[in-house]
């Protein structure tokens, strides 16, 4: 069975757009920050916290290659900084990239605690910029999402 792997980076809606189709669809799908918090029994916080973030990008890619039966996988927006991770999603199943301008992520995380990676305004850009390319050449589709609903967004991915 193929899979289909969401990617974007953080705040481009893929956990809303999976649950989502799971929803409406009733295919069934899983976010992949939440697998690796419930095998470990630890939020993603306090793993990077305690562990670092070597150690996180370590059971990200073990969980990934753990969840072989689920059909639609929502990944974290670091899922791209091991190659491996890109090469594996290539040959398993069908990338989609949720592009999502920065303007819309700034808005969308302005407040948010509970992401280790969003920083200031610099570091933001900076690996928003550096991770834009490597989503794009990863994906099979880019969904553009900026000024549409999650409604729209699925019936392009359907
Ligand atoms: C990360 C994104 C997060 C989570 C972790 C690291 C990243 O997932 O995996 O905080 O490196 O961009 P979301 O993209 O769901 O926020």
Same mark, same amino acid.
């Given at each position: 069975?193929?899979? $289909?792997?969401?990617?974007?980076?953080?705040? *481009?809606?893929?956990?809303?757009?999976?649950? &989502? /189709?799971?929803?409406?669809?009733?295919? =069934?799908?899983? =976010? $992949? %920050?939440?697998?690796?918090?419930?095998?470990?029994?630890?939020?993603?916080? %306090?793993?990077?916290? @305690?562990?670092?973030?070597?150690?996180?990008?370590?059971? @990200?890619?073990?969980?990934?290659?753990?969840?072989? #039966?689920?059909?639609?996988?929502?990944?974290?927006?670091?899922?791209?900084?091991? &190659?491996?991770?890109? &090469?594996?999603?290539?040959?398993?199943?069908? /990338?989609?990239?949720?592009?999502? *301008?920065? =303007?819309?992520?700034?808005?969308?995380? #302005?407040?948010?605690? *509970?992401?280790?990676?969003?920083? %200031?305004?610099?570091?933001?850009?900076?690996?928003?910029?550096?991770?834009?390319?490597?989503? @794009?050449? &990863?994906?099979?589709?880019?969904?553009?999402? %900026?000024?549409?609903?999650?409604?729209?967004?699925?019936?392009?991915?359907?």
């Amino acid at each position: 069975m193929k899979q $289909l792997y969401l990617i974007g980076f953080m705040g *481009s809606g893929k956990t809303t757009v999976g649950r &989502s /189709i799971k929803e409406q669809y009733g295919i =069934d799908y899983i =976010d $992949l %920050d939440e697998a690796i918090e419930g095998r470990l029994h630890k939020r993603i916080v %306090d793993i990077f916290k @305690e562990e670092g973030e070597e150690a996180f990008r370590t059971y @990200e890619t073990e969980t990934l290659k753990a969840l072989k #039966t689920t059909p639609i996988i929502a990944t974290g927006g670091g899922i791209i900084e091991r &190659s491996e991770n890109i &090469s594996y999603m290539k040959e398993n199943g069908i /990338i989609i990239y949720l592009k999502t *301008s920065f =303007d819309t992520i700034k808005l969308r995380l #302005t407040r948010d605690q *509970s992401r280790p990676l969003w920083k %200031d305004e610099k570091q933001n850009k900076a690996l928003f910029d550096k991770r834009n390319k490597i989503y @794009e050449y &990863s994906a099979g589709y880019i969904v553009h999402c %900026d000024n549409r609903t999650t409604k729209e967004i699925i019936e392009e991915i359907v």
